[in-house]
């Protein structure tokens, strides 16, 4: 079945710094795929998506390009912040069906 | 507009007993999913309605394990003779259409702990 592969944290990084977080997916089809972050205390949010093969989803300087011959979407951003500390999650949806699939997070801590 | 709500926000409840975990969706939200997420694991798909119907029900992990919704309106999800395994925080979203592509939008969870 259809799955999504993430790096595992906890990743920490000082301000400014450069961040990759590496996301591969396995899929029967021609899947979308995002990117969700969550905050301390907050509830789960979209912050990037892409719906075809070589489209760039990007939002808040957070960058992410479907790459259908490496079947990758790794999350970029030039420059972090502290608040950009959360959980990343990586996910999936094939236009067959209605349901998203998550990879198991990612967490980012991001020190002054 | 109001988000995703659900209730309550933490559930302690104590092994055998049933619990109702509710969740209102964003007013015209024709989706509703439920979803499962352990300590320090991503979420776990349980089941999806397209109105009031589940055509997706395949990530029910028991048959202890059941959802209705009203309408487009209020579903709850109910727990029968809870173990402690159960124990997870309970996701809820919606999105406009049933289709995955769609955003999903998420409520904040209710964190639920079966002693």
């Known amino acids: 079945g259809d799955s999504v592969t993430q790096m595992e944290g906890p990743v920490t990084l000082s301000e400014e710094a450069f961040l990759t977080i590496n996301c591969t997916y396995t899929a029967t089809g021609y899947p979308s795929l995002f990117w969700y972050v969550q905050y301390p205390g907050e509830g789960l949010q979209l912050l990037l998506k892409a719906t075809k093969a070589d489209d760039k989803g990007s939002n808040k300087g957070f960058e992410a390009t479907y790459r259908k011959e490496t079947t990758s979407f790794h999350l970029e951003k030039g420059s972090v912040q502290v608040s950009d500390s959360a959980v990343y999650f990586c996910?999936?949806?094939?236009?067959?069906?209605?349901?998203?699939?998550f990879g198991p997070g990612t967490s980012l801590s991001v020190i002054p | 507009g109001a988000g995703v709500s659900q209730s309550p926000s933490n559930k302690v409840t104590e092994k055998g007993k049933d619990v109702e975990l509710r969740c209102d969706p964003i007013s015209g939200h024709t989706a509703l999913y439920w979803y499962r997420q352990r300590l320090g694991q991503g979420l776990e798909f349980l089941i999806y309605?397209?109105?009031?119907?589940?055509?997706?029900k395949s990530g029910l992990p028991s048959d202890r394990f059941s959802a209705e919704r009203t309408g487009e309106s209020v579903s709850t999800l109910t727990i029968q003779r809870t173990q402690q395994e159960d124990s997870a925080v309970y996701l809820c979203a919606s999105s406009f259409a049933s289709r995955g592509t769609d955003t999903q939008y998420f409520g904040p969870g209710t964190r639920l702990t079966v002693l």
């Open positions: 309605f397209q109105g009031n119907s589940a055509p997706d």
């Open positions: 996910a999936l949806s094939e236009t067959s069906y209605d349901k998203v699939i």
